[in-house]
């Protein structure tokens, strides 16, 4: 008989051993790095409490058959601090799946002390039923450009299926759009200049290094940010130390601070994964967040610099980003000449508890996850 029931303490062990067992969705993946991923999730969680379940199993005779994990994050609705949950890796056995697969998730659902729900998918399966538990879905970055910079010219291969995203072209518009990126590729190889470091010219202001630790005036400089929404994630110093320095693997996530020269203030940071294909050993550095105060393009000159030349000796071969305001924008696009339209999705649905239209709620979604992502099978 299968049966749903909360994660307990007595679990942790026995999931753990389970998670590397449920074929590919979880290749490469060891009981030592789920343990860690678990103390990530809710030990060292800031938002994490007694009350909130740590996730939900589905067990046949005793045998662990299906989990959906709960991390809870803290989010500022008007003002006030609620926490959100984030559903992570959500799986159940094949030969179960279906009504089963919907009982967890509905667990997940029906929990009290969550007022937002958060999920990020592309399966479009998934996707139908998150429409049916009237789901938003959230298109991000604001302006929803991507701009690259090559770091290492050899490798051509990974840094053209990178960017030109080769796949089936169905009409003109996709081979257009395939000629259009190919050009900026070439342009780049031939035409792409270093950015100014700012840093080493005579009356510069600013000075950037790799940060280890974040403390208050990294939540202050979103304060006018966060004003302008209804809901957004809490940038207070515990949540963003968690969200930027919890990682199973070391120096995956980096932050990248600028200084004012004058009195050391803060003026603005960039948070970068670093991720690696194994095989290769080839690599790239993808934005995962960004805050500059007021939008100063020097500040984010300053910030691409030392983040080029820190990708370079972390040997990566591309550096993604992008922004969220038409300042930095136009720098980026008047300074690197490679860039593509994207859209990443975050699915957000607000409690029924909460009484409110969402509709009528400035909800400010963002492209940091809790710590591993937020992942869905």
Known sequence: MVTVREVEDNDIIPLAESLPKWGNHFSGTTKE??????????????AFSSDIPRGWILENERRIVGFIGNVPVKFLIRGEERIAVAAVDWFVESSIRGIFSIKLFNEYMNQ??????????????????LNKYKFKKYCLPLIQTE???????????????????????????????????????????????????????????YRSSVCTYCDDSFSRIWKSYQDTCDITMSRDIKTLNWLYFSSVTPNKRVVIQCRRLRDDSLAGYMVFDLTWNKKSKVGKMQLKDICIE?????????????????????????????SDSKDEDAYLRSTLRMRKDVQYHRFIKVSDDLMVDSESLNICASLIAPPHGIIHI
């Open 33 to 46: 790095i789920w343990l860690q991923r678990f103390e990530i999730w809710w030990n060292l969680n800031p």
């Open 112 to 129: 009290k002390s969550a007022y937002l729900f958060l999920f990020n998918t592309l399966d479009e399966k998934i996707i139908g039923i």
């Open 147 to 205: 701009y690259f910079y090559i770091l290492k010219r050899e490798k051509v291969t990974f840094i053209s299926i990178m960017f030109l995203n080769i796949g089936k072209i169905h009409d003109l518009y996709e081979l257009l759009r395939f000629f259009t990126r190919l050009r900026m590729l070439i342009c780049s190889y031939i035409y792409q200049k270093p950015v100014i470091q700012f840093d080493d010219l005579p009356g510069n202001k």
């Open 294 to 322: 007021n939008n100063d393009t020097l500040v984010l000159s300053s910030l691409l610099s030392y983040a080029i030349e820190f990708g370079k000796q972390n040997n990566a071969t591309l550096m993604v980003v992008w």
